[in-house]
């Protein structure tokens, strides 16, 4: 079994950045590809960014490439995502998600096996 703990989100002006943590917890966990996700209001969740249990290599939406950096430091159990030069759009509650299955991070939400609660992020314009 493994938990997820998000943080580090808060209220931030447009251009503006933060960087989020997922802190984890399991025996196993450094073993697995780790995801995160966001859901704005109104809209379905979406994919955001991947990274494989090494940390060698990630994948990123189109939407957030270039501006947001995922990593992983498995000493910590720690995932962080840093969310450069924000937009208003980028407002959402951001999930970090475990996928036990598979070394090598996905897209797909529902390969995902283990959820965190969430963190708001919030940008103004």
Same mark, same amino acid.
Do not use: H
């Given at each position: 079994?493994?938990?997820?703990?998000?943080?580090?989100?808060?209220?931030?002006?447009?251009?503006?950045?933060?960087?989020?943590?997922?802190?984890?917890?399991?025996?196993?966990?450094?073993?697995?590809?780790?995801?995160?996700?966001?859901?704005?209001?109104?809209?379905?969740?979406?994919?955001?960014?991947?990274?494989?249990?090494?940390?060698?290599?990630?994948?990123?939406?189109?939407?957030?490439?270039?501006?947001?950096?995922?990593?992983?430091?498995?000493?910590?159990?720690?995932?962080?995502?840093?969310?450069?030069?924000?937009?208003?759009?980028?407002?959402?509650?951001?999930?970090?998600?475990?996928?036990?299955?598979?070394? $090598?991070?996905?897209?797909?939400?529902?390969?995902?096996?283990? $959820?965190?609660?969430?963190?708001?992020?919030?940008?103004?314009?």
């Amino acid at each position: 079994q493994v938990q997820l703990v998000e943080s580090g989100g808060g209220l931030v002006q447009a251009g503006g950045s933060l960087r989020l943590s997922c802190a984890a917890s399991g025996r196993t966990w450094s073993t697995y590809a780790m995801g995160w996700f966001r859901q704005a209001p109104g809209k379905e969740r979406e994919f955001v960014a991947a990274i494989s249990w090494s940390g060698g290599s990630t994948d990123y939406a189109d939407s957030v490439k270039g501006r947001f950096t995922i990593s992983r430091d498995n000493a910590k159990n720690t995932v962080y995502l840093q969310l450069n030069s924000l937009k208003p759009e980028d407002t959402a509650v951001y999930y970090c998600a475990a996928d036990k299955d598979s070394r $090598w991070g996905t897209s797909l939400e529902y390969e995902y096996d283990y $959820w965190g609660q969430g963190t708001q992020v919030t940008v103004s314009s």
